[in-house]
């Protein structure tokens, strides 16, 4: 079986059509709807949604606190329905929260950072570092490109990275399914790769309508097929163990998609998979995305350091990483040719 929206839609001012949505799919009939919003948000969106009866509550930050907190609050407050309207961690935070309420959830992105737009897990800070939680897939999804488009720059369109690196996960699904005899889901990997080639071939400019329908479609997709996959695979392997690492090690480094672009970079390059390394450069460069560890402020060392840290961050996942199982003298080699072939 496989969970899917009941209805996306991408477009400019989509945010104005929240209200309308929610009595025609019937996903609030009384009317009594939670809006969650970041801190920076303003009031103004009360006004702009004419929902009557919604009440906008403010979402401090991006914690598993803060999550448990608002589902706590949606269930006493007798809410029939939540949208959340933000980037990543206001999705994040509402998903959490609609899930442990029981109660449907509609996304509203409003910038473009990684695939969690439409996926059945939400990410969330804890004490001691970040967690993955299983959650019901949001019922309904709209991106507003106006909203995408007026987001800074680094954030709203980083997200490439992050599907980008799909071709490297898929990679590493099909070295473990080769290596180590794991499963492979057909449907998963086909969503992940098209919605990862779609962006690697799309041109730009990053900022124009057909860009941003084509990336926010492609995390849709990619959210979607780790839905399908009934794990992350599809869209996590040794690229995102990088990007773990980086959080870990040296934490406000970059963003999720940044960091995905890098080590989707790094492991193709390790792969020895010259052509895609060099499609998956062109791309992070066009976009004016980080792809040494010099454009993430990292020194080689550290990034070395960092790679060799990655596969504690995700037990059990065999990848390009685990598979090389390179030594510290070998990685500190391989990561100076690495910063040598794309210095430029
Ligand atoms: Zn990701």
Redesign the pocket.
């Known amino acids: 079986m496989l969970a899917a929206p009941l209805f996306i839609d991408v477009r400019a001012g989509a945010v104005a059509g929240l209200g309308t949505l929610l009595s025609d799919l019937q996903i609030a009939r009384s009317g009594r709807v939670a809006v969650a919003v970041g801190p920076s948000q303003g009031d103004a969106i009360r006004d702009e949604l004419r929902i009557d009866g919604a009440e906008v509550l403010r979402i401090p930050d991006g914690s598993l606190a803060s999550a448990v907190e608002l589902g706590q609050r949606l269930r006493s407050g007798q809410f029939e329905a939540i949208a959340g309207i933000g980037g990543g961690k206001t999705i994040d935070v509402a998903k959490f929260a609609a899930h442990m309420a029981g109660i449907p959830m509609v996304a509203v992105t409003t910038s473009l950072g990684?695939?969690?737009i439409a996926s059945p897990v939400s990410t969330l800070r804890h004490e001691s570092g970040t967690g993955s939680y299983g959650v019901v897939m949001p019922t309904a999804v709209l991106v507003d490109l106006d909203r995408v488009r007026s987001a800074p720059a680094a954030l709203s369109t980083a997200g490439i990275g992050?599907v980008i690196?799909d071709l490297s996960a898929v990679a590493d699904w099909e070295l473990a399914a080769a290596e180590v005899g794991e499963q492979i889901d057909g449907l998963a990997v086909a969503m992940a790769r098209s919605a990862a080639l779609v962006v690697l071939h799309q041109p730009g400019p990053a900022r124009g309508d057909e860009f941003l329908t084509v990336l926010a479609e492609s995390l849709i997709m990619s959210g979607m097929s780790m839905a399908v996959a009934g794990s992350?695979r599809p869209?996590?392997g040794g690229d995102?163990e990088i990007?773990h690492a980086v959080n870990e090690l040296f934490p406000g480094t970059a963003s999720?998609?940044e960091l995905?672009g890098v080590g989707a970079l790094f492991c193709t390059f390790l792969r020895g998979d010259d052509a895609k390394a060099e499609l998956i450069s062109a791309c992070l460069r066009r976009h004016g995305l980080p792809r040494t560890p010099a454009d993430l402020g990292l020194s080689d060392a550290d990034f070395a350091k960092a790679v060799a840290y990655a596969p504690r961050t995700r037990p059990g996942r065999y990848t390009i990483l685990e598979h090389l199982d390179l030594s510290e003298p070998q990685l500190t080699d391989r990561v100076s040719a690495y910063v040598k072939t794309f210095t430029a």
């Open positions: 990684h695939d969690g992050d690196s992350s869209a996590s995102h990007m999720h998609g995905a």
